[in-house]
């Protein structure tokens, strides 16, 4: 890899014991490692930063940063100024990627111009709830991303100038921060698009613990309230982060 690397992946993370190393596992193998990954953990009180040692050795440019914040824009943003590439991505902790994944996005920027993208999310695993969910939150992103732009958390792919432009994540707001940061992007004028490949495996863990109506309304009232009324910036409904959450009471 070059002194400077294409990308930076910047990876929030608190209480992600086991799906972090899903993810960095899934960086290892990729056909196109010209990237650094920078792990902004906010305070985990179980094996996460040990898991992540495991795999040092695998993705030498990898840094695992203690700094706590208070919510995941924070996060995002704080390994962001971190980052020594031109090209920023923000995964969330629980997702996994197929090992093509940098080199098609890199393939991507290359042939067209473009600000910033992200990509389908496809359920890790075969739970219908999820594939329900995920299949609307894609099309409606494709559908729409010329007129009412809009990125899913999971994925979001930005150029750093445009990034730091726009100050970064709103760390003022309590939910859609990343729909908020595409649509202030959209205003600037940025060249923004959605693409159906390569692939990303997102957890499906949310709609397993709280049921596929509950999680569902809770989108679309996020929705409609970003719509008429803009940021979400008090909690219109409880929403909780990090893998602690899906750890209390279980559901059988």
């Known amino acids: 890899m070059s002194q400077k690397p294409f990308f930076s992946i910047i990876i929030p993370s608190l209480n992600e014991e086991i799906n972090l190393p899903i993810l960095l596992k899934s960086l290892t193998q990729q056909t196109d490692l010209d990237f650094e990954v920078i792990i902004n953990d906010s305070g985990s009180k179980d094996r996460t930063k040990e898991n992540v040692e495991k795999l040092q050795s695998s993705i030498p440019h990898l840094q695992f940063i203690e700094y706590k914040t208070k ?17 920023l991505i923000f995964f969330d902790a629980d997702v996994e990627v197929k090992k093509d994944f940098i080199e098609k996005i890199k393939i991507h920027i290359s042939a067209n111009i473009l600000d910033s993208l992200t990509v389908w999310n496809r359920p890790r695993t075969n739970n219908i709830k999820g594939v329900f969910t995920l299949a609307i939150l894609n099309a409606s992103m494709t559908l729409f991303q010329k007129i009412k732009p809009a990125a899913n958390g999971p994925c979001i792919i930005m150029k750093k100038k445009l990034f730091e432009s726009l100050s970064g994540f709103d760390d003022t707001i309590f939910f859609g ?29 949310r709609f397993e613990k709280e049921g596929i109506i509950t999680s569902f309304s809770k989108s679309i009232k996020a929705l409609l309230y970003q719509f008429v009324f803009g940021p979400i910036r008090k909690p219109i409904f409880e929403y909780e982060m990090g893998g602690q959450y899906y750890k209390k009471n279980p559901k059988s």
């Open 177 to 205: 921060e990343d729909f908020d940061i595409i649509q202030r992007a959209h205003k600037k004028g940025a060249k923004f698009a959605v693409f159906t490949t390569p692939i990303l495996y997102v957890s499906t863990r």
């Open 71 to 87: 919510n995941v824009s924070q996060a995002r943003n704080h390994g962001a100024s971190l980052a020594k590439s031109d090209w």
